[in-house]
C-alpha cells in the first residue's frame, strides 16, 4: 500500500526502505502475451520444447517484462506526497539484468529511496534503487535507480 507523506517531510524520507512486496508467479501465458505486445517472439521465451535445451532449461520472462513489473510492484512500496495529482515514470539512470527468471518462478520487488527533489514549486522527482528478487535465487532478476516524478498541490 502507499505511504503518504507530506510535501514539507520529503527529505525525512530519503533513505526510506519499502516494504518488500508480495511474491508474483510469472506464467507462460503471461510471457507470451507480453511477447505479442512487443513482438519479441524469440525461441527462449516462447518455445518450452526448444528452450529446454538451453543452459536455462525451460523458458525465461523477457528482461524488460521483469522491468515491466515494476509497474505493479510500486503499488506496495511508493511513497505519495499528499495533494498529489499526476505521477509520471522519467526513466531510470541505471539498469541491469542479472539473473535470468524462468517461467514458473516467483518474484518480488525490494526498494529504497536514494533521493527526493523538489525540482519546481510542487515537483518532486524522486529516485529510487529497485531490485527484483528470484524465489530461492541467489542473485536479483535485476536491479535499477528508477526516476519518477509526483506533481502535488
Request: aromatic letters at 10%; charged letters at 25%.
Amino acid at each position: 500500500m502507499p505511504k503518504m507523506i507530506k510535501k514539507d517531510e520529503t527529505q525525512e524520507y530519503v533513505g526510506y526502505v519499502g516494504d518488500v512486496t508480495d511474491w508474483h508467479e510469472v506464467t507462460q501465458e503471461q510471457v507470451d502475451t507480453f511477447a505479442d505486445c512487443t513482438i519479441d517472439r524469440q525461441f527462449i521465451h516462447v518455445d518450452p520444447v526448444a528452450a529446454a535445451n538451453t543452459p536455462f532449461g525451460g523458458t525465461i520472462a523477457h528482461g524488460f517484462l521483469t522491468l515491466s513489473m515494476l509497474s505493479y510492484f510500486s503499488v506496495s512500496f511508493n511513497l505519495v506526497i499528499e495533494g498529489v495529482y499526476m505521477g509520471v515514470n522519467k526513466g531510470f539512470d541505471k539498469v541491469r539484468f542479472v539473473a535470468p527468471v524462468r517461467v514458473g518462478s516467483k518474484i518480488r520487488c525490494h526498494s529504497k529511496v536514494i533521493d527526493i527533489t523538489e525540482k519546481r514549486p510542487g515537483q518532486f522527482d524522486f529516485k529510487t534503487e529497485v531490485s527484483i528478487e528470484i524465489e530461492g535465487g541467489d542473485k536479483p532478476a535485476l536491479v535499477a535507480e528508477w526516476l519518477s516524478v509526483q506533481m502535488a498541490h
